[in-house]
């Protein structure tokens, strides 16, 4: 079975820090791009960050930039997301989700080619 698990999530104060992991299962990590989306109570859901599973390379959504850092183990098949000096606007429920890449722009797969989604895992910064 193809899946995604997102865990990590939590209560923290405005200013501290959390680090969420995504565990993939059931298909070729390498070959992958793997992006972290948050949804926030009446929002649309938004993508935070993403990565190639291939080579490292990164994109981050201009509200995060500086504060998260997204990363990937492939012995592990896992991308992670640390959060930093976290405010009380990125309380969301985070997601992971992947879409195979086979030659396509991991940026592009991440804004239009996903396949697989986690079940999410709830950030809740408190101020």
């Known amino acids: 079975e193809v899946q995604l698990v997102e865990s990590g999530g939590g209560l923290v104060q405005a200013g501290g820090s959390l680090r969420l992991s995504c565990a993939a299962s059931?298909?070729?990590?390498?070959?992958?791009?793997i992006g972290w989306f948050r949804q926030a109570p009446g929002r649309v859901r938004e993508r935070v960050s993403c990565i190639s599973s291939s080579d490292g390379s990164t994109d981050y959504a201009d509200n995060v930039k500086g504060r998260f850092t997204i990363s990937r183990d492939i012995t592990k098949d896992t991308v992670y997301l640390q959060m930093n000096t976290l405010k009380p606007e990125d309380t969301a429920v985070y997601s992971c989700?992947?879409?195979?890449?086979?030659?396509?722009?991991?940026?592009?797969?991440?804004?239009?080619?996903?396949?697989?989604w986690g079940q999410g895992t709830l950030v809740t910064v408190s101020s």
């Open positions: 989700a992947a879409g195979r890449m086979s030659g396509t722009w991991y940026v592009a797969v991440c804004s239009r080619y996903l396949e697989v």
């Open positions: 059931g298909f070729t990590f390498d070959d992958y791009a």
